[in-house]
């Protein structure tokens, strides 16, 4: 099969063996994968991921059980034990002993195949096309902030950073009637917003007041930490939805002294319920084609994720197989 390595240094591989699905897992031909920052920060050292990459996508099952055969799903990304003590608490997705698709120990979906456990599978619904479903898997990340945190009307809320899971959560809250403003440093995303009837700001307009109740960290860089420190109020909620890889190396050290004094929630918020995403955009809460900047073809995978790291695209897709 043809895939996107990440072993030494970024490579287009045409001809790497197809995976071979273990007990209880099925074999799906990817459609569709979507770039985002994680799959970036991988290639600069994060998480020390070594195969195939990508982990958000759409396909059809090939092989596998009758149940899901030929079934147009996506698939959660943590593959757990389900016997550990955080799995029989409800709490797989921290699984002591969990591989993440394209992230951590298990190839990914740039390619033409994965190999996924079944029960990682959802269905997804004839009114989604492919360009829809492949966002399924950051919008349920989204759909954690609101699972972890009680937002409610009367609130001020600021997402910080208007990039691809900045727009996410911020359509999200703006279905809850906050007071909400979104944070960025790029026009073509603040306008984005801004014809969705979402108030956004610039960095470098903005008056940090410290009197938000819950401030979204979405940036992707400790500078979106610092900033949310600024913005949220006493006693107020951070959800710090960023990754880094080795980001504060050379950086004057962060100063977590405000968490203290003023006594803020700090909360990490990582993946979220697949259930809840797909309803979110079958029921046309969030609206993510305009989203789509550029798609490419798989074997132009390298230049595709170049374009990806360029603020001048919101969304970069892979295209790798028709149904």
Known sequence: MRAIVYEQALTYVPDRPDPLPGADECLVRVHYAGICATDLHITEGYMNHRGVLGHEMVGTVVRGSREWQGKRVVCDINCVCRTCDMCTAGLAHHCRRRTVLGIDGRDGCFADFIAVPERNLFTVPSTLTDEEAV??????????????????????????????????????LAGTGCKLTVVGRNPQTLLFCEKKGIQAIAVDELVPRQDRDVVVECTGSPEGLRLAMELVRPRGSIMLKSTFADALAGQAPLNLAPIVVNEVQLVGSRCGPFPEAINALARGAVEVRSMISRVFPLPEGLAALDAARRPDHIKVLLKISLR
């Open 135 to 172: 966002f399924v898997e950051p919008l349920a990340a989204a759909c954690q902030v609101l699972a972890q945190a009680s937002i409610e009307s009367r609130m001020t809320v600021s997402v910080v950073g208007s990039g691809r899971l900045g727009l996410l959560v911020a359509q999200l």
